[in-house]
């Protein structure tokens, strides 16, 4: 997949107005398979909602496009040397590889965690929004994370509504990188 991209970039693709379909592909792949792990992991909750996975899904689309834009743009700047000279394909591979390794290795490893975690909440809330007939509150419980974030513990035991509008930005994982 890289390949081609690599290819078509240096081919005179558009990288300003389009999106390269391998590099989107493969990022959204990889953050549709964390949102099927996070369902599977929920399994206990009962039967998935279709439509909320629908949602995620199109959510890990819009970040799909936008992290493939950057990348390829990235790869476009190294088509010419620092002489300011073209680079033959073998050149500008050799000189993607960096590129390549952060965007679809190091951040894709952490993006998929980070899908993970916040679809499995995004999953767990739904369901108890199913039961707030019954259960009408939710309260924010202390992290059991190895390392949990201390700006959360002030919302340690805070009991509110499912319905307010509070839990649409305080949630736990909802800060990039939060393992609560």
């Known amino acids: 997949l890289v390949e081609r991209a690599l290819r078509r970039i240096q081919g005179g693709f558009d990288v300003q107005r389009q999106v390269d379909p391998d590099l989107f592909a493969q990022a959204a792949a990889v953050l549709n398979q964390a949102v099927d792990k996070a369902v599977a992991m929920s399994v206990k909750w009962g039967e998935p909602d279709r439509a909320f996975i629908s949602e995620l899904r199109h959510n890990n689309a819009l970040f799909a496009a936008f992290k493939a834009h950057r990348e390829q743009n990235d790869l476009a700047r190294l088509l010419v040397d620092p002489d300011g000279r073209?680079?033959?394909?073998?050149?500008?591979?050799?000189?993607a590889e960096?590129?390549?390794r952060e965007y679809n290795v190091n951040w894709l490893q952490t993006e998929y965690a980070a899908a993970v975690r916040t679809a499995r909440t995004a999953v767990r809330f739904k369901r108890y929004e199913q039961d707030s007939d019954l259960f009408p509150?939710?309260?924010?419980?202390?992290?059991?994370?190895?390392?949990?974030?201390?700006?959360?513990?002030k919302y340690y035991h805070t009991v509110r509504s499912l319905s307010d509008p509070w839990w649409e930005t305080h949630?736990?994982?909802?800060?990039?990188?939060?393992?609560c």
């Open 98 to 100: 960096h590129i390549v």
């Open 171 to 179: 949630f736990p994982g909802c800060v990039w990188g939060c393992q």
């Open 86 to 95: 073209p680079r033959g394909f073998d050149s500008f591979r050799k000189a």
């Open 137 to 153: 509150n939710a309260e924010w419980l202390p992290s059991r994370a190895a390392e949990p974030r201390v700006a959360h513990r």
